[in-house]
């Protein structure tokens, strides 16, 4: 198709990704977010990225981010990310839920 590398991301928090268990949801799942890139590196010839953000819920620490990415750069061989300076909310904080 001519396309220069494969994005794969785990940083959007809606609704209907949260149904599906994939985008940020996957941040939670370094391991699993590591077997899917080294499959897509594996069936493709380009380059395999992720796309992520700083943190998700309450897991938004420098050291869950430093261990996402070292984790996942390790065991999947990638060398490049894409990251977000925010973190996802994958559930309503309580806040948000009283103001409604």
């Not at 990638?78 to 309503?92: N, Q």
């Amino acid at each position: 198709m001519g396309y220069d590398e494969i994005n794969l991301n785990v940083g959007c928090p809606s609704a209907r990704v949260q149904e599906g268990a994939f985008g940020a949801c996957l941040m939670k799942e370094p391991d699993l977010v590591s077997e899917c890139c080294l499959a897509m590196k594996r069936a493709a010839q380009i380059p395999v990225t992720i796309k992520t953000r700083l943190g998700v819920d309450d897991l938004d620490t420098y050291e869950f981010a430093k261990e996402f990415i070292n984790t996942t750069s390790k065991k999947a061989e990638l060398d490049h990310f894409i990251v977000h300076a925010r973190k996802a909310y994958l559930k309503v904080p309580l806040i948000h839920s009283a103001l409604k």
